[in-house]
């Protein structure tokens, strides 16, 4: 049987440079995640979120199946890197074992955040309070430190820009266990990943 090929990578051919690394997360929600990572797209480096699509599936399964038939697709280079995010408020913690474990063996990295993403937008702005349990307590909460500003649907990107260094620096304080796959209590382990996008913290 003859093994097929896989298709080159997918890199943008806007790039002055010549071999940009990729980096690629396959993330639970449809546009929050694409649009806040766009702030890190230049010519050293290419981000691109594999998000959940028209179809909804969005369980951590799903999510994760999207990030192996990526690699499975694709010739990637050495140093390109393959991410799962997701959220922990509606999934137990027996499924989010269950996948920390298979990504941990497929070398993808994790970056899981409690309850939900947004936990990371919030570090932008503050410390995040530890009586969020549910993401609409977060983006209620994100809505008023951000002076009304959040909107889901349309991420105001500029408004994070110049605020990542805060975000990494409170994410990471905020951390009680760095080496946990996921926070247990309200975090966010974004900051893994954002620090491997070359935000490092000084």
């Not at 396959?26 to 981000?47: H, M, N, P, W």
């Amino acid at each position: 049987m003859m093994l097929t090929s896989r298709k080159p990578r997918p890199l943008d051919k806007k790039t002055h440079f010549r071999n940009p690394r990729l980096v690629i997360i396959a993330a639970e929600g449809k546009k929050t995640e694409k649009q806040y990572f766009q702030l890190f797209q230049d010519s050293r480096i290419q981000v691109k979120v594999l998000a959940t699509g028209e179809d909804n599936l969005s369980a951590p399964e799903y999510v994760l199946e999207r990030l192996q038939q990526f690699r499975d697709e694709y010739e990637l280079a050495a140093d390109d890197e393959l991410w799962l995010m997701l959220d922990v408020d509606r999934w137990g913690s027996k499924k989010l074992k269950a996948i920390a474990q298979e990504s941990k063996q497929a070398g993808f990295g994790l970056a899981i955040s409690n309850p939900c993403f947004e936990v990371w937008l919030l570090c932008h702005l503050q410390i995040p309070p530890n009586n969020m349990e549910k993401c609409c307590d977060v983006a209620t909460v994100l809505r008023q430190a951000s002076g009304g500003s959040y909107n889901k649907s349309n991420l105001d990107c500029a408004f994070y820009a110049d605020k990542i260094h805060q975000a990494l620096q409170t994410a990471k304080n905020h951390d009680p266990d760095p080496q946990a796959r996921w926070p247990n209590d309200v975090g966010t382990h974004v900051y893994r990943l954002v620090n491997r996008l070359g935000t490092e913290i000084k």
